[in-house]
């Protein structure tokens, strides 16, 4: 008997968004996006001291960017009303190409050691710009893990400053990189994801994302992979959309979008909206476990970035868009005693007082523990593979629709035993919402056999 984790988890915003079915995708060309951000490489700069003991070492950059504020959304928030850009910054040490904790990347030195020098050029006669760190050393310090996470950085952009811009490290002052970025106002990618006229701050869009889905071990099978991973993506986006959810944003790189845009359920899900690719060309970065550091970079060995880029893609919107950072294993869930699934997420909204002086809550998101007792655990990775049907779908006036008889139940339904006591506090998550609207009876079911 296997088992499955069930978390609350707490998001930014979600409801249900559908593209209209009159739209046709062709085959093996699924629509992908970048959610508006700009991405520059390689950028250089120059690190007194890395972490490894390389003294004045040049390091290679990565700079994803996105213009936000002032798009006078009827949800933005107060901290939202201002044009600027933000960005965040990923530097990697070509001397160590490995360096790493619990198989992540890890920055070359600490971030309130060093930090990348940076300013904007504007077209003349504008003003060369100030990039500021937005989190300070003094929170680094207090953070767990932080050399995980990419800079983050923000400049405030003056009336008339234009939209084309030069980004110069100080270390390289003759090395330029340059960029276009129109105001946030004219960009479409909040109000396609949540449109303000169906969606609000209390009835927001929740959007699941997953980072890409490689092998762990890396393989040359790609179709048979691949095949097997869309039957899983078909799964877990039908569970979450019959939770309430808007559907999955799934990053992707190359490989994969051929792959997925070969199966024609994905494609059904992406005609409908209910699935979304977004770019994500990062490679391969697995090593043999040689020099004793540690688990080696894993498939996932870009988690921290993918989660970054998200919050960065998505810092233009405004509250009544929520995104849920997770993985392919982990399931929306309430934890009501013989509650039944799928139960729109949305009913959880709004249940706690919030302080009109404070416009953001953190919320804890708890882990349970769920098993199985139908299923043996060498025939789960099959189980889920085969997309099903779910037990029962909530229609829009409550009614409940049972699956047709015959059809493959999802395989959700073989979980039945859901432990009473939460995992340990040291494994719960947190999750930012706009005060007074915090989801604050879901979980999610992670079945630990899938893939």
Request: proline fraction near 8%.
């Amino acid at each position: 008997m296997d088992s499955i984790i069930f978390f609350v988890l707490v998001f930014l915003s979600g409801t249900v968004y559908s593209v209209s079915t009159a739209m046709r995708i062709p085959a093996n060309q699924p629509e992908t996006i970048n959610l508006g951000v700009r991405i520059l490489r390689p950028v250089y700069a120059v690190i007194p001291a890395t972490r490894d003991g390389y003294k004045n070492a040049t390091v290679v950059m990565t700079i994803w960017l996105k213009r936000v504020g002032a798009s006078n959304g009827p949800y933005d928030m107060p901290h939202q009303s201002k044009d600027a850009i933000r960005m965040i910054v990923w530097v990697d040490s070509p001397s160590n190409l490995f360096l790493r904790t619990n198989g992540h990347l890890l920055l070359p030195t600490e971030m309130d050691q060093w930090w990348p020098n940076l300013h904007l050029e504007t077209g003349s006669p504008g003003p060369l710009l100030p990039v500021l760190l937005e989190t300070s050393g003094y929170h680094y310090r207090r953070v767990w893990g932080a050399g995980q996470r990419p800079y983050s950085f923000r400049v405030d952009l003056p009336d008339g400053v234009g939209d084309c811009f030069k980004i110069v490290e100080a270390s390289y002052p003759m090395h330029k990189n340059t960029f276009c970025l129109p105001p946030a106002a004219q960009e479409s990618v909040c109000a396609n994801l949540a449109p303000p006229h169906v969606h609000t701050n209390k009835n927001p869009a929740l959007y699941t994302v997953i980072g890409p889905i490689r092998h762990p071990e890396s393989t040359r099978e790609w179709s048979a992979y691949y095949s097997k991973v869309s039957g899983i993506l078909v799964n877990y986006v039908t569970y979450q959309v019959a939770m309430g959810a808007s559907g999955l944003l799934l990053y992707a790189d190359e490989l994969m979008r051929k792959y997925f845009g070969e199966n024609q359920e994905l494609m059904a899900l992406v005609v409908r909206g209910q699935l979304r690719l977004i770019e994500w060309d990062m490679p391969e970065r697995a090593h043999k476990d040689t020099d004793g550091v540690g688990r080696p970079l894993g498939y996932n060995y870009d988690q921290g970035l993918v989660s970054s880029h998200i919050l960065l893609a998505l810092s233009s919107c405004g509250a009544n868009l929520l995104v849920l950072i997770g993985d392919l294993d982990e399931h929306i869930y309430t934890p009501k005693a013989r509650g039944r699934r799928p139960r729109p997420w949305t009913r959880c909204m709004g249940l706690m007082e919030g302080n009109s002086t404070d416009p953001v809550t953190t919320h804890r998101i708890k882990r349970f523990n769920t098993e199985t007792t139908k299923v043996d655990p060498s025939a789960e990775n099959d189980l889920w593979a085969v997309p099903g049907t779910l037990n029962a779908r909530v229609n829009g006036d409550g009614t409940i629709d049972t699956i047709p008889n015959g059809a493959v139940p999802h395989p959700l339904a073989h979980y039945d035993a859901v432990h009473s006591e939460p995992l340990p506090i040291n494994q719960v998550k947190q999750a930012t919402y706009e005060t007074g609207t915090e989801p604050t009876c879901l979980d999610m079911a992670r079945p630990q056999q899938m893939v």
